[in-house]
């Protein structure tokens, strides 16, 4: 696009790769072959090495060892700039737009033009708007990217990408922070558009996307391929097992179970936006003592505002939240906190935890100024430190120590500090929303088996979750939301894939 003769990848090959970090090898020997035409699937659980290689080939690390070729030509890649001449794009797991700036000046950013020329916006933003319709990719080149919403900010960096160039794709976990809907479009997109004359390479924690989308996969533990295969055959049961290095089996509830008391009961509870409009609608629940109540839905339809109203984030203009024997619906997010209610939020970076703060800070976040962490507001830093090694250990949090910053930890861990904390209160209710976004099928299989374990040891659980097969795994009763409203409430027993799939649409058949 820039005059560069830009060349058409029509192989490319990673020989050898290995890249060391102070104390780790985040690649060893990496052998890594793909086609143009080829969407290509690079596994392995948190921090086995994904993102490194990805980097290497994107020119942000020079690798250790190894060599790159191109058309079967041994490249040098010392830069993103050098990467893209090639016609080589990446979409980075976080996004790197700047939320002040419009779709059309965050995609001119970074090209040479900039320091040369006054930008072109007008001409810009009808190269953009030809690009977007070639590769079916709606964008609007003016808006500002902090109106965006993720899966339209992850539509932006992949046209930057194509805008300079690219003819080979890497998306690194692109579907992590997008919903089923957006997720299904974008596997779609890939497989119609982008399959016919470009390579992928396409990274996912999501198992069942990777068999319908890739059509070779290659699977990575601790930095050394373990795994390669036609993805035709294979199976997810084999890629679990080779991600993880053993047998995973997701737990499942005992249904059948008793109903304990009623822990928490919202009744008639309605919630306004902040434009006024209703997003909760005569919300009644009961929370029980030992259950998991799942709420199914397609995310917005109100999940958010259910998760905020019982935490004490949000208020109800209508109705009754009652724990114990009071109503906590007119108390303060801490009044609520010490009275014994948990929550696992949605956005577990900027919600769950203080991104600059260490994991021990993070660990004790909500207790530091009581006992046993504290006397007389004197923080026991001993005891302290015992109890975050001890729990670090036990979750499983895989941290260089208890003083690395959160922020520096993959996704899946910071979960588990979350998780973590939030159980070992031991809160009478726990609130848990979306608990395994973005984390791999080992942690989801720790997180699931430590929720279980909590509902048998009495806690309630509102589980909020758009994964079906997570709630039906789970859940003792699931009720589902639409629009605000809870259409239907579920024994286990009596919900399928296909029932719970109708609902989440919408769709009341009265006589079923
Ligand atoms: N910039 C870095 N400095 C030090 N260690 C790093 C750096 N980037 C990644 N690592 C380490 O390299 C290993 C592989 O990480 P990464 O490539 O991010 O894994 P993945 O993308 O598969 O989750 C991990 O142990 C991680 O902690
Ligand atoms: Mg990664």
């Known amino acids: 696009m820039w005059g560069i003769d830009m060349q058409k990848i029509k192989s490319m090959e990673m020989k050898g790769i290995t890249k060391r970090f102070p104390g780790v090898i985040a690649n060893k020997d990496i052998d890594l072959k793909v086609n143009s035409g080829e969407v290509f699937a690079l596994l392995g659980e948190n921090g086995a090495g994904k993102t490194t290689l990805m980097n290497i080939l994107y020119g942000l690390y020079s690798p250790d060892e190894g060599n790159i070729y191109i058309n079967d030509k041994k490249v040098i890649i010392d830069s993103p700039k050098k990467a893209l001449e090639l016609g ?37 933003s009808k190269n953009i708007k030809k690009l977007s319709k070639d590769y079916s990719l709606e964008v609007e080149p003016e808006k500002k990217i902090s109106e965006l919403s993720v899966g339209e900010q992850q539509k932006v960096e992949i046209v930057k990408a194509l805008y300079h160039g690219a003819n080979f794709l890497v998306l690194d976990e ?176 900027h919600m769950g935890t203080i991104p600059r703060f260490t994991v021990k800070e993070n660990l004790i976040l909500k207790d530091y100024l009581k006992n046993p962490f504290s006397n007389n507001y004197i923080l026991d830093q001993n005891y302290i430190k015992n109890y975050c090694k ?32 939030e159980l070992k209160r031991e809160p009478d209710v726990l609130v848990a929303a979306y608990p395994i976004r973005g984390v791999d099928i080992a942690a989801v299989e720790y997180i699931h088996s430590k929720l279980l374990e909590a509902r ?57």
């Open 88 to 124: 080589i794009g990446m979409v980075h797991q976080h996004f790197m737009l700047v939320p002040s700036l419009t779709v059309s000046e965050n995609i001119a950013l970074g090209s040479d033009f900039e320091s040369k020329f006054r930008l072109d916006l007008k001409k810009i």
């Open 390 to 421: 001890t729990t670090v250990e036990e979750y499983d949090v895989r941290c260089p120590n208890i003083n690395t910053p959160t922020h520096a930890l993959s996704g899946g861990n910071i979960q588990k500090i979350i998780l973590s904390r």
């Open 456 to 512: 048998e040891n009495g806690m309630a659980i509102l589980l909020i979750t758009e994964e079906l097969e997570e709630i039906m795994n789970l859940s003792d009763r699931i009720a589902v939301i639409y629009e605000g409203e809870i259409l239907r409430i579920l024994d286990n027993t009596a919900a399928s894939k296909s029932k719970l799939g109708t609902l989440m649409a919408g769709v009341v058949d009265e006589n079923k």
């Open 174 to 349: 692109p579907t992590a922070a997008l919903t089923p809907q957006e997720s299904s479009q974008l596997i779609s997109w890939l497989r119609t558009v982008i399959k016919e004359d470009m390579g992928v390479i396409f990274i996912s924690h999501k198992l069942n996307e990777v068999m319908s989308v890739s059509d070779r996969v290659q699977v990575l533990r601790n930095g050394k391929t373990y795994f390669s295969a036609k993805t035709k055959n294979t199976n997810i049961d084999e890629l679990a097992k080779n991600m993880a290095g053993r047998e995973i089996k997701l737990p499942k509830l005992e249904a059948e179970k008793t109903h304990g008391d009623i822990l928490m009961e919202l009744k008639h509870i309605w919630v306004k936006d902040r434009r006024g409009i209703d997003v909760l609608k005569d919300i009644n629940l009961k929370l029980r003592e030992g259950e998991i109540l799942g709420i199914a839905g397609v995310s917005g339809n109100g999940q958010k505002d259910l998760a905020e109203v019982i935490t004490g984030l949000k208020k109800a203009y209508k109705g009754e939240i009652i724990f114990g024997d009071q109503n906590i619906e007119k108390k303060s997010v801490q009044e609520i906190i010490d009275l014994g209610v948990g929550f696992i939020p949605e956005d577990r970076l």
